[in-house]
């Protein structure tokens, strides 16, 4: 009996070894064509955190993915994905972002599908909110932080390595990032040249390889066991064949059906569960506030960096606040016009085009809450978004 003690042990080696070398191409047929197109829409962190579904979608010739956060969750029919579902414009979209996912992270997965941006035409939707004086806090950072693209990123030697090592001496700001002692003893020993931890930060390459292999492989086996989204709101017959002029009227008449009982053009759910019962206290809370100072504004330049270093073709998109909104908190006209001056012009000075909304805040409709686009505000987008794919 006692030399098959070993064989489970034995046995759990040979079959963490297949689950570890197995090729990732041998299991993909079990993801099938609607498994990806679900992808597109499921706005899932851990999604958002691998890259089996993303280097999947970006290979399609005709893809044309959204960037941004929460207001991508704000589903109705004139959302992007809805609008060029109904409407054939040469191209599909999918959408990377979620509540709390800022510059930082959107430049960690730039920079792990580098190999796939070359040339692809993509959107940015840039948030005021993420300006603030803190910028992104490990509160944030750490529900929309990717591992393995962290790992790709230590690994990556064909990035600037100026840019890599900015990024790096960033991400070491985390407490998701320093609590990785192979990530952070990678990470120290590049921002000091090699002077901190030698030695160390040679043992640890490749731990970091078999680690990353091993997230890899993880994001595979979750690929295949995703769910689809249910509530999309798509209105086919609403949006399909339409002018911009109809599209706007029937922007309009939906928002109104979703605005009802206050003056300050937010959505009455939203209104009646977030602000209503505080209301008073609520008058001139951001009066101190300003969106011109913040580390957002290094880490958004990592995201133009990087996306030049790519050679992707981004069409950024500055979107306005509420403006009846934020002249009741306080947040004064001037403050925000300020904001909009300045990352027009850091989109501008790095040459990339920007599509500027900003005019549009006090535009019924085209804000749907406080700070998310929606709507009428979708509609605009949906017509930039076609223009910009024929150029």
Do not use: C
Not at 227 to 232: N, Q, S, T, V, Y
Not at 253 to 269: A, H, M, P, V
Request: net charge neutral.
């Amino acid at each position: 009996m006692r030399k098959y003690a070993f064989l489970p042990l034995f046995i759990a080696v040979i079959l963490f070894l297949i689950f570890l070398f197995i090729p990732n191409k041998w299991l993909g047929f079990l993801i099938s064509d609607k498994d990806v197109e679900h992808a597109k829409t499921a706005l899932n962190p851990l999604m958002f955190q691998g890259e089996y579904f993303q280097n999947r979608l970006l290979q399609e010739p005709n893809m044309f993915p959204i960037y941004g956060s929460s207001e991508l969750n704000r589903f109705d029919p004139f959302h992007p994905y809805n609008y060029f579902k109904a409407n054939d414009e040469g191209f599909t979209t999918y959408l990377y972002g979620r509540g709390g996912t800022q510059s930082i992270h959107h430049f960690l997965n730039f920079a792990a599908q580098e190999e796939n941006l070359k040339n692809k035409k993509l959107v940015f939707i840039i948030s005021p909110q993420w300006f603030t004086e803190t910028g992104v806090d490990e509160f944030h950072f750490s529900p929309n932080y990717s591992m393995l693209q962290s790992y790709d990123l230590a690994l990556n030697n064909k990035m600037d390595p100026q840019l890599k090592k900015k990024a790096m001496e960033r991400l070491l700001q985390f407490d998701s990032v320093q609590r990785d002692f192979v990530l952070s003893t990678i990470y120290e020993n590049e921002v000091t040249d090699g002077a901190k931890y030698p030695i160390k930060a040679t043992l640890a390459k490749p731990v970091a390889l078999i680690n990353k292999k091993l997230m890899e492989k993880k994001d595979l086996y979750y690929s295949i066991m995703a769910k689809p989204r249910e509530k999309l709101h798509a209105n086919p017959e609403m949006v399909a064949g339409k002018s911009f002029e109809q599209l706007t009227k029937y922007a309009d008449e939906y928002g109104g059906q979703r605005i009802t009982t206050n003056n300050l053009s937010i959505n009455d759910k939203y209104y009646k569960k977030k602000i209503e019962f505080k209301l008073d206290e609520l008058k001139g809370f951001r009066k101190h506030e300003s969106y011109t100072e913040s580390p957002e504004y290094k880490d958004f330049q990592m995201v133009l960096d990087v996306l030049k270093d790519t050679g992707a073709k981004p069409m950024f998109v500055s979107i306005p606040v509420n403006g009846k909104w934020y002249d009741y908190a306080g947040f004064p006209q001037e403050r925000r016009q300020e904001y909009y001056a300045k990352i027009n012009k850091q989109v501008q000075s790095a040459g990339f085009p920007l599509v500027d909304f900003t005019g549009y805040e006090y535009e019924p409709h085209f804000i749907s809450d406080t700070i998310h686009i929606s709507w009428k505000g979708w509609v605009y987008l949906d017509r930039e978004m076609a223009d910009y794919w024929k150029q």
